[in-house]
């Protein structure tokens, strides 16, 4: 409509250049278009999609050479910027690569320690099934539709937070760990993941309510996980077994070597009840300390953000 039917007619008396004006036009609005509905694409769009549209301008117009050097112009700023992007994400992969070998060496070196740390494995992942298969309820890992706006559940979410943290600090230090609080996840990162990652869909934020629980030895991270599932208060959400990491056979390209195990719960109680607080999703991470450490003072973290950005995730 932008193209053939405004600019065209615009632009008639321009006689044989009407065509690539037309061209112009219409190729700005299938941009345009793109980046509302697929905004993670945009860079490509932006730049390719601009320079597919000048060449086609030029070539309509017969290869006229101030529109032809136009879409070269652009294509070389598009091919510049493409590079450049791509040093970039060569970088980050180098960060992360170092990172999953570090992480494959500690797994390595824990697994090698005793006969006791595999057995320990084996009887988490064991405990894992059961919880999963007894313990844990069906549903979708998707905020409640009784939240009517991204405001509803962020209010939610701050008025949950400090029971939430109460509860699992709870299980934590009594299995023998160390708790780690977060604050409600901050609304600029949880707008990126609901543009990037979630294509608007914001019910898909699930982890706002976050904490990390870590542990010295799996035993006592079993006990944790025990603990958790007969907790009458709190309510696991069923997972993938991609969500139980410590397992050898779990395929660690997914989280970049790195280790450690889910939960998707929600927190069940009168006061809940009676907010509206009781089908809020919330995250609980259980780590190895080994791997906690390096993550968040290795630099572990810190690439994994670097590379999420330069994806657009």
């Given at each position: 409509?932008?193209?053939?039917?405004i600019?065209?007619?615009?632009?008639?008396a321009?006689?044989?250049?009407?065509?690539?004006?037309?061209a112009?036009?219409?190729?700005i609005?299938?941009?345009?278009?793109?980046?509302?509905?697929?905004?993670?694409?945009?860079?490509?769009?932006?730049?390719?999609?601009?320079?597919?549209?000048?060449?086609?301008?030029?070539?309509?117009?017969?290869?006229?050479?101030?529109?032809?050097?136009?879409?070269c112009?652009?294509f070389?700023?598009?091919?510049?910027?493409?590079?450049?992007?791509?040093d970039?994400?060569?970088?980050?992969?180098?960060?992360?690569?170092e990172?999953?070998?570090?992480?494959?060496?500690?797994?390595?070196?824990?697994?090698?320690?005793?006969?006791?740390?595999?057995?320990?494995?084996?009887?988490?992942?064991?405990?894992?099934?059961?919880?999963?298969?007894?313990?844990?309820?069906?549903?979708n890992?998707?905020?409640?539709?009784?939240?009517?706006?991204?405001?509803?559940?962020?209010?939610?979410?701050?008025l949950?937070?400090?029971?939430?943290?109460?509860?699992?600090r709870?299980?934590?230090?009594?299995?023998?760990?160390?708790?780690?609080s977060?604050?409600?996840?901050?609304?600029?990162?949880?707008l990126?993941?609901?543009?990037?990652?979630?294509?608007?869909?914001?019910?898909?934020?699930?982890?706002?309510?976050?904490?990390?629980?870590?542990?010295?030895?799996?035993?006592?991270?079993?006990?944790?996980?025990?603990?958790?599932?007969?907790?009458?208060?709190?309510?696991?959400?069923?997972?993938?077994?991609?969500?139980?990491?410590?397992?050898?056979?779990?395929d660690?390209?997914?989280?970049?070597?790195?280790?450690?195990?889910?939960?998707?719960?929600?927190?069940?109680t009168?006061?809940?009840?009676?907010?509206?607080?009781?089908?809020?999703l919330?995250?609980?991470?259980?780590?190895?300390?080994?791997?906690?450490?390096?993550?968040?003072?290795?630099?572990?973290?810190?690439?994994?953000?670097?590379?999420?950005?330069?994806?657009?995730?």
């Open positions: 409509l932008v193209g053939w039917g600019l065209t007619p615009a632009t008639s321009l006689g044989s250049y009407s065509p690539g004006f037309g112009v036009g219409f190729g609005a299938m941009t345009l278009t793109g980046l509302v509905f697929f905004p993670p694409i945009s860079f490509y769009l932006m730049f390719y999609g601009m320079s597919a549209t000048f060449a086609l301008c030029a070539i309509l117009l017969f290869a006229h050479h101030s529109v032809a050097m136009f879409a112009i652009i070389i700023l598009g091919l510049r910027n493409l590079l450049v992007r791509a970039a994400l060569d970088h980050a992969n180098l960060l992360v690569r990172d999953a070998r570090h992480y494959r060496k500690v797994f390595k070196e824990k697994l090698a320690e005793s006969v006791e740390v595999r057995q320990d494995i084996e009887i988490l992942k064991a405990v894992w099934n059961e919880v999963m298969t007894t313990a844990a309820v069906d549903g890992k998707r905020q409640s539709e009784s939240f009517a706006t991204i405001e509803t559940l962020f209010n939610a979410c701050d949950l937070n400090p029971l939430f943290l109460l509860l699992f709870r299980h934590c230090e009594r299995s023998g760990g160390e708790f780690h977060a604050n409600v996840k901050g609304e600029d990162r949880a990126q993941k609901v543009y990037r990652s979630y294509r608007e869909d914001w019910h898909l934020l699930t982890d706002l309510n976050r904490c990390a629980l870590v542990f010295t030895r799996f035993d006592k991270l079993t006990g944790c996980l025990r603990a958790i599932s007969d907790d009458p208060e709190i309510v696991l959400l069923k997972m993938g077994k991609h969500k139980m990491r410590f397992d050898e056979a779990y660690v390209k997914i989280s970049a070597g790195y280790r450690d195990i889910q939960l998707c719960v929600r927190i069940d009168a006061w809940t009840r009676e907010h509206g607080l009781d089908k809020v919330c995250e609980v991470q259980l780590h190895d300390h080994l791997f906690y450490n390096h993550k968040t003072t290795g630099g572990g973290h810190a690439g994994y953000v670097t590379r999420r950005n330069m994806l657009g995730q």
